[in-house]
C-alpha cells in the first residue's frame, strides 16, 4: 500500500467516511465495543454527517442472534440520540434524527416505559418548537419511520398517550409551503387509525373538534397537490389526451394556460406490455395520505365543505377536481393490482360521504361546482371528451361509469360496484328530489347501467354465490326503476327520457333471464317487475305496430315513436322508496378500513426509505 506523501502513513485502497469507522467501532460483536463509549465519541459521531445507507447495510446484515449479542450497542446509541434531539444543538439535533429513524432494534433497553417516554416528548417538543423547519420536519419523518415500523406493536401506545395532534397541526399552519402539509398529515392519517375499532383513538377525537380553517385549507391544497403529482405518474406512462388535443390547449382547458408555452416536450413512447406493469404498480406511497383524508372527511363537517369549495389557486386544479381526476385513473386500472383496488375504495367512500351531505351535494349538482376535471382516457370504451367546465356531478358520473365498465371479470369485485352503483343512486336521487335537470350525456350512463345487467347475466354462474351480490342486484335494478319513474325530474329534455325507455325495451328479454337467474322475483326489495312490466307494455304496442305493417320491422324512428305514444297507455309502478339510501356507518367498512390502513402504514415505510 503505497504512503501518503505528506504524513507517509500508509493510505486506504478505498476512502472511507470517518463516520464509517464510528459505526463499525459501535457495532463489533466483542468486549471492547459493548464498553459504554465516551463522551468524546458521542460527541463527534453526532457532529458528523450520518451515512444512512452504511448504517441501515450493517444493521440489515445482522441476524437476531446477532442483535441481541450488541443490544448493548444499541441501546447506547438510541439513548444518546434521544439526549442529543431533547438538547437541540445544530447540527448534532439533526444528525441524530436522521439515524435515529432507522433503529428498529430496541430489545435490550432497560427502563424502557421511561426511554421512549421521553423520545416521543422529545419528538413532540421537536415538531412544534424546533429552532428550524427542516429540523421539525426531520423530528416528524423519525416519527413516521417509527409509527410505520412498528404500527402493529405496543409501541405506538406512547403515541397516544402523547398527543402529538397540536403539534402537527402547529407545523402544518407554520410551514411555508404546500408540500410540507404532506408528512405531518401522513402521520396524523397512521396514529388515527392505530387500533380505532378497539379504543377510543385520541386522535380521531381531536379530528371532530378541529376548527382552524386556515390550517385545514393547507392541507385541503396539500392533498390536491398530492393527487396531481399521483395522476402524472399515470400519465407519464400513458398519455391519454384525445386525438386532436395538444398539451397547450389542454392546459388551457383546466386552467393551466400560463404554463403551456414551457411544456414542449412530449410523452416518452413505452412499450405497452411494459406500460401495462408499471401501471400496475401505481399509485405511489404518496398515496397514504388519502386514508388520513378519509379520517377527517368522515369525522369533520368543516373540512368537508373546505374540500368540495375550495377554488382553485393560480395555475392550479381545485382540489376536489384533483381528488376526482385522480380517482378516475384508479378506478380504470383498480383490476390490475390489489394496492389500486383498495385506493379506489378509499376515494369511493371518501366521495359517497361528501355527496351524503345535503348541502354538498346541492353544491356538487350547482353551477356553482363548474370546473374542468381531466378524467382518465387510457382505456376503452371511452365516454365523450366533454371541453370546458362543468358541474361536479357530471364528472362524478363520468367517473362512475368509467368504474362499472372497465372492472367487469368474472370474479367481480362486488363491493366496488356496490359503491359506483350508490354514489350514482344518491346523486340521482338527489337531482330527482331538488328536480335538477343536469345537462349531461344520460345515455352513457343508462347504457352502461344494462350492460352492467347483461354481464351479471351472462355471467350468473360465477357471480350468484359472490359476498353481496343480492345488494348490488337490489341497488342496480332499483336504481334503473329510480330513473324510469323520476326520469322527467331530472333529464334534460324528452328525448333523454325516450332513450332511457329505448335501452330498457332493447333489454326486455334479457331482464326477464336476468330475474329467473337470481330470482328477484321473490325479493321483497327488487323493483325488477317494475322493470319487466314496462318492457312487456311496449313489447306488445310494437308487435301491433309491426302486426299493422304487415309483418315489417319496424324501423328504430318507429320504434321511438310508438315509445312516445305508449306514456299515453303506461302506469308505472314504482315502489316507495326507490330515492332512499342508508347513510354511511364506519363500523359497516371495519374489515376494509383495517386492510386499507395496513397498506398505507406498508406505503409509508416505503416513503421512509427513499428519503
Given at each position: 500500500?503505497?504512503?501518503?506523501?505528506?504524513?507517509?502513513?500508509?493510505?486506504?485502497?478505498?476512502?472511507q467516511?470517518?463516520?464509517?469507522?464510528?459505526?463499525?467501532?459501535?457495532?463489533?460483536?466483542?468486549?471492547?465495543?459493548s464498553?459504554?463509549?465516551s463522551?468524546?465519541?458521542?460527541?463527534?459521531?453526532?457532529?458528523?454527517r450520518?451515512?444512512?445507507?452504511?448504517?441501515?447495510?450493517?444493521?440489515?446484515?445482522?441476524?437476531?442472534g446477532?442483535l441481541?449479542q450488541?443490544?448493548?450497542?444499541?441501546?447506547?446509541?438510541?439513548?444518546?440520540?434521544?439526549?442529543c434531539?431533547?438538547?437541540?444543538?445544530?447540527?448534532?439535533?439533526?444528525?441524530?434524527?436522521?439515524?435515529?429513524?432507522?433503529?428498529?432494534?430496541?430489545a435490550?433497553?432497560d427502563?424502557?416505559?421511561?426511554?421512549?417516554?421521553?423520545?416521543?416528548?422529545?419528538?413532540?417538543?421537536?415538531?412544534?418548537t424546533?429552532?428550524?423547519?427542516?429540523?421539525?420536519?426531520?423530528?416528524?419523518?423519525?416519527?413516521?419511520?417509527?409509527v410505520?415500523?412498528?404500527?402493529?406493536?405496543s409501541l405506538l401506545?406512547?403515541?397516544?398517550?402523547?398527543?402529538?395532534?397540536?403539534?402537527?397541526?402547529?407545523?402544518?399552519?407554520d410551514s411555508?409551503t404546500?408540500?410540507?402539509?404532506l408528512?405531518?398529515?401522513?402521520?396524523?392519517?397512521?396514529?388515527?387509525?392505530?387500533?380505532?375499532?378497539?379504543?377510543?383513538?385520541?386522535?380521531?377525537?381531536?379530528?371532530?373538534?378541529?376548527?382552524?380553517e386556515?390550517?385545514?385549507?393547507?392541507?385541503?391544497?396539500?392533498v390536491?397537490?398530492?393527487?396531481?403529482?399521483?395522476?402524472?405518474?399515470?400519465?407519464?406512462?400513458?398519455?391519454d389526451?384525445p386525438?386532436?388535443?395538444?398539451?397547450?390547449t389542454?392546459?388551457?382547458?383546466i386552467?393551466?394556460?400560463?404554463?403551456?408555452?414551457?411544456?414542449?416536450?412530449?410523452?416518452?413512447?413505452?412499450?405497452?406490455?411494459?406500460?401495462?406493469?408499471?401501471?400496475?404498480?401505481?399509485?405511489?406511497?404518496?398515496a397514504a395520505?388519502?386514508?388520513?383524508?378519509y379520517?377527517?372527511?368522515?369525522?369533520?363537517?368543516?373540512f368537508?365543505?373546505?374540500?368540495v369549495?375550495?377554488?382553485?389557486?393560480?395555475?392550479?386544479?381545485?382540489?376536489i377536481?384533483s381528488?376526482?381526476?385522480?380517482?378516475?385513473?384508479?378506478?380504470?386500472?383498480?383490476?390490475?393490482?390489489?394496492?389500486?383496488?383498495?385506493?379506489?375504495h378509499?376515494?369511493l367512500?371518501?366521495?359517497?360521504?361528501?355527496?351524503?351531505?345535503?348541502?354538498?351535494?346541492?353544491r356538487?349538482?350547482?353551477?356553482?361546482?363548474?370546473?374542468?376535471?381531466?378524467?382518465?382516457?387510457?382505456r376503452?370504451?371511452?365516454l365523450?371528451?366533454?371541453?370546458?367546465?362543468?358541474?361536479?356531478?357530471?364528472?362524478?358520473?363520468?367517473?362512475?361509469?368509467?368504474?362499472?365498465?372497465?372492472?367487469?371479470?368474472r370474479?367481480?369485485d362486488?363491493d366496488?360496484y356496490?359503491?359506483?352503483?350508490?354514489?350514482?343512486?344518491?346523486l340521482i336521487?338527489?337531482?330527482s328530489?331538488?328536480?335538477t335537470?343536469?345537462?349531461?350525456?344520460?345515455?352513457?350512463l343508462f347504457?352502461?347501467?344494462?350492460?352492467?345487467?347483461?354481464?351479471l347475466?351472462?355471467?350468473?354462474?360465477?357471480?350468484?354465490?359472490?359476498?353481496?351480490?343480492?345488494?348490488?342486484?337490489?341497488?342496480?335494478?332499483?336504481?334503473?326503476?329510480l330513473s324510469?319513474?323520476?326520469?322527467?325530474?331530472?333529464?334534460?329534455?324528452?328525448?333523454?327520457?325516450d332513450?332511457?325507455?329505448y335501452k330498457?325495451?332493447e333489454?326486455?328479454?334479457?331482464?326477464?333471464?336476468f330475474?329467473?337467474?337470481?330470482?328477484l322475483?321473490?325479493?321483497?326489495?327488487?323493483?325488477?317487475d317494475?322493470?319487466?312490466?314496462?318492457?312487456?307494455?311496449?313489447?306488445?304496442?310494437?308487435?301491433?305496430?309491426?302486426?299493422?305493417?304487415?309483418?315489417?320491422?319496424?324501423?328504430?324512428?318507429?320504434?321511438a315513436?310508438v315509445?312516445?305514444?305508449?306514456?299515453?297507455?303506461?302506469?308505472i309502478?314504482?315502489?316507495?322508496?326507490?330515492?332512499g339510501?342508508?347513510?354511511?356507518r364506519?363500523?359497516?367498512?371495519?374489515?376494509?378500513?383495517?386492510?386499507?390502513?395496513?397498506?398505507?402504514?406498508?406505503?409509508?415505510?416505503?416513503?421512509?426509505?427513499?428519503?
Amino acid at each position: 500500500m503505497e504512503p501518503s506523501p505528506l504524513t507517509q502513513q500508509s493510505r486506504p485502497e478505498v476512502f472511507q467516511q470517518k463516520i464509517v469507522e464510528l459505526y463499525e467501532a459501535l457495532f463489533k460483536d466483542d468486549d471492547e465495543s459493548s464498553h459504554e463509549k465516551s463522551e468524546g465519541f458521542w460527541r463527534e459521531f453526532f457532529l458528523l454527517r450520518p451515512d444512512k445507507a452504511t448504517l441501515r447495510k450493517i444493521l440489515d446484515t445482522l441476524s437476531p442472534g446477532d442483535l441481541l449479542q450488541i443490544q448493548s450497542q444499541t441501546r447506547q446509541f438510541f439513548l444518546r440520540a434521544v439526549a442529543c434531539i431533547k438538547a437541540g444543538s445544530a447540527p448534532a439535533d439533526v444528525h441524530a434524527l436522521d439515524s435515529s429513524d432507522i433503529i428498529n432494534v430496541l430489545a435490550g433497553l432497560d427502563q424502557v416505559d421511561a426511554v421512549f417516554t421521553d423520545f416521543v416528548a422529545a419528538l413532540d417538543v421537536t415538531i412544534r418548537t424546533g429552532a428550524a423547519l427542516g429540523t421539525r420536519q426531520k423530528a416528524i419523518d423519525v416519527a413516521l419511520a417509527l409509527v410505520s415500523g412498528a404500527h402493529s406493536t405496543s409501541l405506538l401506545s406512547y403515541f397516544t398517550h402523547r398527543d402529538l395532534f397540536p403539534s402537527l397541526m402547529k407545523f402544518i399552519q407554520d410551514s411555508d409551503t404546500t408540500s410540507h402539509a404532506l408528512k405531518p398529515f401522513i402521520l396524523l392519517g397512521l396514529l388515527a387509525n392505530y387500533n380505532k375499532f378497539e379504543f377510543q383513538n385520541p386522535y380521531r377525537l381531536r379530528l371532530d373538534d378541529f376548527v382552524n380553517e386556515g390550517t385545514i385549507q393547507k392541507i385541503i391544497r396539500s392533498v390536491g397537490y398530492t393527487c396531481t403529482a399521483t395522476r402524472g405518474k399515470y400519465v407519464a406512462l400513458q398519455e391519454d389526451l384525445p386525438e386532436g388535443w395538444s398539451i397547450s390547449t389542454t392546459l388551457n382547458m383546466i386552467g393551466l394556460g400560463a404554463i403551456a408555452p414551457g411544456a414542449k416536450t412530449a410523452t416518452p413512447v413505452i412499450d405497452p406490455e411494459l406500460a401495462k406493469e408499471m401501471l400496475a404498480q401505481l399509485p405511489g406511497n404518496e398515496a397514504a395520505v388519502l386514508l388520513a383524508t378519509y379520517d377527517f372527511a368522515h369525522a369533520n363537517k368543516l373540512f368537508c365543505f373546505n374540500f368540495v369549495t375550495l377554488p382553485a389557486e393560480k395555475g392550479l386544479e381545485a382540489p376536489i377536481g384533483s381528488f376526482v381526476s385522480v380517482t378516475s385513473y384508479f378506478l380504470q386500472h383498480a383490476h390490475a393490482s390489489l394496492w389500486t383496488a383498495l385506493y379506489s375504495h378509499l376515494n369511493l367512500i371518501i366521495l359517497r360521504l361528501l355527496i351524503e351531505d345535503q348541502v354538498l351535494c346541492k353544491r356538487i349538482c350547482s353551477d356553482e361546482s363548474k370546473m374542468s376535471v381531466r378524467l382518465c382516457r387510457q382505456r376503452s370504451p371511452y365516454l365523450p371528451f366533454v371541453r370546458g367546465d362543468r358541474m361536479l356531478a357530471a364528472s362524478i358520473l363520468d367517473t362512475m361509469i368509467d368504474g362499472i365498465n372497465h372492472n367487469l371479470r368474472r370474479r367481480l369485485d362486488v363491493d366496488l360496484y356496490r359503491r359506483c352503483v350508490g354514489i350514482i343512486l344518491r346523486l340521482i336521487s338527489h337531482l330527482s328530489r331538488s328536480r335538477t335537470r343536469l345537462n349531461y350525456h344520460w345515455s352513457e350512463l343508462f347504457r352502461s347501467l344494462l350492460s352492467l345487467v347483461r354481464f351479471l347475466t351472462t355471467y350468473t354462474e360465477d357471480l350468484k354465490n359472490l359476498n353481496n351480490i343480492d345488494s348490488l342486484l337490489d341497488d342496480l335494478v332499483n336504481l334503473i326503476a329510480l330513473s324510469l319513474s323520476a326520469g322527467e325530474a331530472f333529464l334534460p329534455n324528452p328525448a333523454a327520457y325516450d332513450d332511457l325507455f329505448y335501452k330498457l325495451v332493447e333489454t326486455g328479454e334479457i331482464l326477464v333471464k336476468f330475474r329467473d337467474n337470481y330470482d328477484l322475483g321473490k325479493r321483497p326489495t327488487s323493483s325488477i317487475d317494475t322493470l319487466i312490466s314496462v318492457t312487456t307494455h311496449y313489447k306488445q304496442l310494437l308487435a301491433d305496430g309491426a302486426q299493422g305493417r304487415r309483418g315489417k320491422h319496424l324501423t328504430s324512428a318507429q320504434v321511438a315513436g310508438v315509445i312516445k305514444q305508449g306514456y299515453e297507455t303506461l302506469s308505472i309502478q314504482a315502489k316507495e322508496g326507490l330515492d332512499g339510501w342508508t347513510k354511511y356507518r364506519e363500523a359497516d367498512e371495519r374489515t376494509f378500513l383495517k386492510k386499507i390502513a395496513r397498506a398505507a402504514v406498508e406505503d409509508v415505510k416505503s416513503l421512509v426509505k427513499e428519503r
